[in-house]
C-alpha cells in the first residue's frame, strides 16, 4: 500500500516534497492541503511510493484534500512539459495553471450542499436589487440562466452570496433545497445559433473546408488573411463545425480589451452554447466558475488570454490563437512561457488542428509555413472594402504643432466635416516623455531606475513607466534653478490637448492605459465609439487590432520613426506588425480608408512596404538578413537575466554562470559575454544579461538541462536570476 505522497508546491525550489498520507484518500492529481515550514500550502500530488529518503519519523502528514477532482494525465504532462522547456520549478508551474481560489488550503471547507432556485416570479426579486448591486444582479442572472444553482457556485459568483440567498428565502423569492447529484455535460448540440450564418467568401470558404478535412488529427495551419479580410468569419465557421460534433473550442486572443468584444460576437453567433472568457481581469470566483464548467466539458467554446492555454478541456477538438504574432501571448515574468507555442503543443498533444491567424504573422511562424512545418491558406481580400490608401507625410522640413503637421490637422477636420471618425496612432502615453531643461540640459531621471520620468499633465507628476514611481512635478531645475521647465517630445496627453485647442468642436477622445484603468472603462469607450459619439480617437496600441468601428476612415500614425533607432533586431518586424494592424482600422465598411504617416523617412523599406500593403515580399527581406546574420527563426536562443540591489553581486553571478556554461564544451551552443540589460537599473536592482544560442532546438534544450542545474544554490541568494527560453526581446 503506497503510504508516501511526493506533492509540488508553489515554491522557488525544485520539488518534489514527501508527505506521508495518513487516512486521507489521495490520488496522483489530488489538490492538497499540507504544512510547509510556517505555513500551509496547496500542492499537487505528482507520484505515490511506498518509501521516502526522509525519515518516517520527521515526514509531515497531509491535513486535507480539496474537494475537487483531481488534475488529469494530460494536465500533468502540459505542466511538466513547461518546467522542463522553461526550466522552471514544477510546483510554481502547477500553482500558476490552478485558478486562484484553489491555490487557498481552506477552499471548499465550508461550503454546504445546498441548491436554490425560484419559488415565485422573479420580477418582484429583480426590482428589490439596487443599480448599483452588481453582485447581486450576477446572482440573479445565474439563477435564471440555471434550473437550481448550488451554494458553491454562488459562493464563486458573489462573496456576499450567503446572506443575499438568505434574504431571498425568507421573503419567499426563492427556495432552498438539498443539492442534487449533477449529470454529465451532454456530448452533442442540438442548435448551434442562427439557420443562416453570412455567406462565405470563395477565400473564406476554401480556408474553412481545408481546415475542417484535418479535424481529427493535429495540423498546424497559419491564416494568413489581411486586416479587415473575415478571419474571424472563418473561425466561427470552424467553432460551428466543431461544436456540431460535440467536440469544444479553446480560442486564444492577446489582449483582455478584446475579450469582452469578441465574446459578443461569439455568444450571439451561437445563442445556445456555453460559452466562457478567461483572463486576468475576472474575479477569482468568477474565474474559477468558469474554469471549472470548461474542465467539465459543459463549456463548448473557452476564449481567453495567455493564461487560458492552461485550462483543461476534456473533448477539445479545435485550438485557435488569434493575432499569433502578438507580443502578449510571450509572459514576461515568472514562468515565461509563449501561449502561442503551448497552443501548438495542447493541439499535438490532443490530436486537433492548431490554427493560428494574423495579418502580419511572426516570422517564427511564417518560416514554418514556408518551409511546410505548418498548412497555410490565405486571405487576400477584404469583403466589403477596399484596403485604405497609404500615404507618407515628410516632416523633416517642418514645424510641427505638438507633434500634429499642418497637413495632418487639415485632414482630421475635413475628415470630421464629412462625419466620419479619425484614429490619431502613438504609441506612447502620458503628456510627454521627458521634462527638460534647456538652461543646463537637466532631465528628471527616476531614482530607482535607468530611465527618464514621463510628465502627466492630467495629475501634475512624473512618472516612471518601468517601476511605477510617481512625483510632483519640480517648480524648478534641480540644478541651475531654471523655472522655465519644458515637456519634450509627445505623448498621448499632449496630442489629445492639441486636439481638443485646434479642433474645438471636436469630440476627442483618448484611449491608453491611463484612461482606461476603471473597470469598464474600455467597453464604455467603445460603446461611445460604436454609437458616433466620438469623432477622434487618440490611442496607444490598445486601438491597433482587433477592433472594427464602421466609421472610421482616417488614420495619422505619430513617432513611427522611433523604432528605427532601436537597436532590437526584431524592431523592423514589430513596427511593420504594427502598422499594418493600426492601418487596417481604417476603412472596414463601405466608405474608402486612409492612413497617413508622418515621418523623417519615407523612404525607408518598411513604409515602402506599408505603402504596398506588401508582407510577403518584406518578411521574405527579413528572413533572408536574419538568416544571413544568424537570428531566429534560424536559430534558438536563451537569456539568463539576473538582478540584484548590489551591482557587483550581479556581475559576479553571471560571471560564474557563464564559467560554468564554458565547462559544458558544447560546438553546438554558443555562450556570449555577459552585458548589462537594456534598461540598466529598475525598481533599485541592477540587471544584467547572457546570451545563449543553438542551431537547434533539441541543442538548446539539451545544454539547459545540464546548465540550470549548476546554478541552483541551496542557500538564498540576493541574486534574482532567471532563464528566459526562445526571448522576444533581449
Not at 515602402?608 to 518584406?618: C, N, T
Not at 540591489?645 to 560554468?660: C, G, I, V
Amino acid at each position: 500500500m503506497m503510504t508516501i505522497a511526493r506533492v509540488e508546491l508553489d515554491v522557488p525550489i525544485p520539488g518534489p516534497f514527501d508527505y506521508a498520507i495518513g487516512d486521507a484518500a489521495v490520488v496522483v492529481g489530488a489538490l492538497v492541503a499540507v504544512p510547509f515550514g510556517r505555513r500551509r500550502q496547496v500542492g499537487v500530488v505528482t507520484a505515490l511510493a511506498e518509501t521516502s529518503a526522509i525519515d518516517r519519523s520527521r515526514l509531515k502528514c497531509i491535513e486535507r484534500v480539496l474537494p475537487i477532482e483531481p488534475l488529469t494525465a494530460d494536465t500533468l504532462a502540459l505542466a511538466a512539459f513547461c518546467a522542463e522547456y522553461y526550466r522552471h520549478p514544477l510546483g510554481q508551474v502547477l500553482s500558476i495553471m490552478l485558478p486562484t481560489m484553489l491555490r487557498k488550503p481552506d477552499y471548499g471547507k465550508r461550503m454546504r450542499a445546498w441548491e436554490y432556485r425560484f419559488s415565485a416570479d422573479a420580477s418582484e426579486l429583480e426590482a428589490s436589487i439596487k443599480p448599483r448591486a452588481t453582485g447581486q444582479r450576477r446572482l440573479l442572472q445565474a439563477l435564471q440562466n440555471a434550473e437550481a444553482l448550488d451554494a458553491v457556485q454562488a459562493r464563486l459568483i458573489y462573496a456576499g452570496a450567503p446572506r443575499v440567498l438568505r434574504e431571498w428565502v425568507d421573503k419567499g423569492w426563492i427556495e432552498k433545497r438539498a443539492a442534487r447529484s449533477k449529470s454529465a455535460a451532454s456530448s452533442k448540440i442540438s442548435s448551434l445559433g442562427p439557420a443562416a450564418p453570412p455567406e462565405l467568401t470563395d477565400e473564406q470558404q476554401q480556408a474553412v473546408d481545408a481546415i475542417s478535412n484535418t479535424l481529427g488529427s493535429f495540423a498546424p495551419w497559419l491564416l494568413y488573411g489581411v486586416t479587415g479580410s473575415g478571419k474571424t468569419e472563418v473561425y466561427l465557421s470552424l467553432i460551428e463545425r466543431v461544436a456540431a460534433s460535440g467536440r469544444q473550442t479553446l480560442l486564444l486572443v492577446p489582449e483582455i480589451n478584446l475579450t469582452p468584444q469578441l465574446e459578443a460576437r461569439v455568444q450571439d453567433r451561437f445563442p445556445d452554447l456555453e460559452i466562457v472568457s478567461l483572463h486576468s481581469g475576472l474575479a477569482e470566483g468568477e474565474r474559477l466558475s468558469r474554469w471549472q464548467k470548461a474542465r467539465n466539458g459543459q463549456a463548448m467554446i473557452v476564449l481567453g488570454t495567455r493564461l487560458a492555454v492552461f485550462t483543461p478541456l476534456p473533448r477539445l477538438g479545435l485550438v485557435i490563437v488569434d493575432e499569433e504574432h502578438d507580443a502578449s501571448f510571450k509572459q514576461a515574468e515568472g514562468l515565461r512561457y509563449h501561449a502561442r507555442d503551448l497552443a501548438v503543443y495542447v493541439a499535438k498533444s490532443a490530436s486537433v488542428p492548431v490554427l493560428l491567424g494574423s495579418a502580419t504573422p511572426s516570422l517564427e511562424t511564417y518560416a514554418n509555413a514556408i518551409e511546410k512545418r505548418y498548412r497555410s491558406t490565405s486571405l487576400t481580400l477584404r469583403p466589403s472594402a477596399e484596403a485604405p490608401t497609404v500615404e507618407f507625410i515628410d516632416v523633416r522640413k517642418q514645424i510641427l504643432d505638438h507633434g500634429l503637421s499642418a497637413e495632418a490637422l487639415a485632414a482630421i477636420s475635413d475628415c470630421i466635416g464629412r462625419a466620419e471618425q479619425c484614429l490619431v496612432y502613438i504609441n506612447r502615453r502620458g503628456f510627454a516623455p521627458v521634462l527638460l531643461c534647456r538652461a543646463c540640459g537637466w532631465m528628471a531621471q527616476c531614482q530607482r531606475c535607468s530611465a527618464r520620468l514621463t510628465l502627466h499633465s492630467r495629475s501634475l507628476k512624473l512618472k516612471c513607466h518601468y517601476c511605477g514611481h510617481e512625483e510632483r512635478i519640480q517648480r524648478a531645475c534641480p540644478d541651475c534653478g531654471n523655472q522655465d521647465l519644458q515637456g519634450l517630445g509627445q505623448g498621448t496627453q499632449r496630442v489629445e490637448e492639441a486636439l481638443r485647442t485646434r479642433l474645438a468642436d471636436a469630440r476627442v477622445l483618448r484611449v491608453d492605459s491611463d484612461s482606461t484603468r476603471r473597470r469598464n472603462a474600455f467597453a464604455e469607450m467603445r460603446n461611445q465609439i460604436r454609437s458616433e459619439q466620438v469623432d477622434v480617437l487618440v490611442g496607444t496600441q490598445m486601438l491597433a487590432k482587433g477592433h472594427d468601428f464602421p466609421k472610421l476612415t482616417l488614420v495619422v500614425i505619430l513617432g513611427a520613426d522611433y523604432a528605427l533607432y532601436s537597436s532590437d533586431y526584431r524592431a523592423g518586424e514589430r513596427l511593420f506588425q504594427q502598422l499594418m494592424q493600426v492601418a487596417g482600422r481604417a476603412g472596414r465598411a463601405d466608405l474608402p480608408g486612409r492612413v497617413l504617416v508622418q515621418t523623417e523617412f519615407p523612404s525607408h523599406p518598411v513604409y515602402q512596404a506599408l505603402a504596398r500593403q506588401d508582407f510577403s515580399a518584406y518578411a521574405a527581406d527579413l528572413l533572408a538578413e536574419r538568416r544571413h546574420s544568424g537570428f531566429p527563426p534560424y536559430v534558438y536562443q536563451a537569456v539568463l537575466r539576473a538582478e540584484a540591489h548590489r551591482e557587483d553581486q550581479m556581475w559576479s553571478f553571471l560571471r560564474d554562470a557563464a564559467s560554468k556554461a564554458a565547462s559544458l564544451v558544447d560546438a553546438n551552443v554558443t555562450v556570449y559575454d555577459c552585458v548589462p540589460a537594456p534598461i540598466f537599473r529598475v525598481a533599485g536592482r541592477y540587471r544584467g544579461q547572457l546570451l545563449l544560442q543553438a542551431g537547434s532546438r533539441a541543442a538548446m534544450r539539451h545544454f539547459l538541462a545540464r546548465w540550470h542545474p549548476m546554478l541552483i544554490t541551496p542557500k538564498a541568494s540576493p541574486v534574482r536570476w532567471i532563464i528566459d527560453v526562445d526571448p522576444v526581446e533581449l
